[in-house]
């Protein structure tokens, strides 16, 4: 095609310093978009990591409507690597891949947050992932990969646990009634016997329910991990999930998936293994959007990617997240 191989002679001929422009990542031949719609009209299409409106660069920088009577266009395409499976080391490493306590199998690396009082930058994930099920000692080693996908403490430490929030099993056994409420159930008892009642008070312990599965640990450098989530970017804010709302999350396993927020405010009986299970109230209950290996991920809206929960249990027809908020309030941390 006559059209196709003039625009072929304009890169060969511009090509180089097309490409030396800044933000600029590649060109090819295509059909040019406007407003969103492809038209009928081929173009030197140039690649830039990110669009910016002219105002925004040097003069050097731009990108001319046209070179040699060759229509150009832009189209973003972001940063192009080297393809990586989730479950190899990356460095740095990003949300969405492998990571895991020493001592477990393997979870996902949410997302970079910060500390509210430090400032400090801080990976957020979940205490089953990053706190071994509440089995862990602060500093212990968190490795990316984790243990499953051949992570070692003397290769693949890449953070320490600084934090997390215990997980209240319902398995275990419930402490023991205080003394004051043992002493005020025998005064009641014994007064009941005297007119002849036969109830009697019994001094009992509420389980308590959990909202939070979540734990940070601080990177052992600031370069071996990066502020992007696998497929999704960065997420510098937060929102409350709404009904319906399209959300997605970027995991160890299953990548990218998206879904829909079916339930709010969900009370969810969860099973952690070795006989353990633990309820969690008010929760968000999504379509299936993960399988094992998912648990620490960031749940995001589609929308503006603002943070919505963090990603922590499922089956194979829904997946549970603890909302961001309360997240945020019992870790004492933000974004940025």
Known sequence: ???MEEIRKVKDKHGAKIMAKKNVVGMGIGYKETKGAKTDHMALVVMVRRKVSVEQLRERDVIPAEIEGVITDVIEVGEIVALQERTDRWRP???GVSIGHYKITAGTLGVLVRDVETDEILILSNNHVMANSNDATLGDSILQPGPYDGGTEVEDTI???VRFVPIQFESEPPPSPCSVSKAAAGITNFFARLVGSKHRLLPVVI????QVDGALAKPTS???VSNEILEIGSVM???EAELGMEVKKSGRTTGLTTGTVELLDASVQVEYGAGKTALFTNQILTTNMSKGGDSGSLLVAEERNKAVGLLFAGSDQ???HNPIGFV????????S
Not at 328 to 335: E, M, S, T
Request: net charge negative.
């Open 1 to 3: 095609m006559a059209e």
């Open 93 to 95: 490493a990003p949300g």
């Open 159 to 161: 953070a320490n646990l």
């Open 207 to 210: 389980q308590q329910a959990n």
């Open 222 to 224: 600031p370069d071996v």
């Open 237 to 239: 804010e937060d929102t």
């Open 318 to 320: 829904v997946t549970i």
């Open 328 to 335: 945020k309030d019992a870790l004492k941390i933000h974004f």
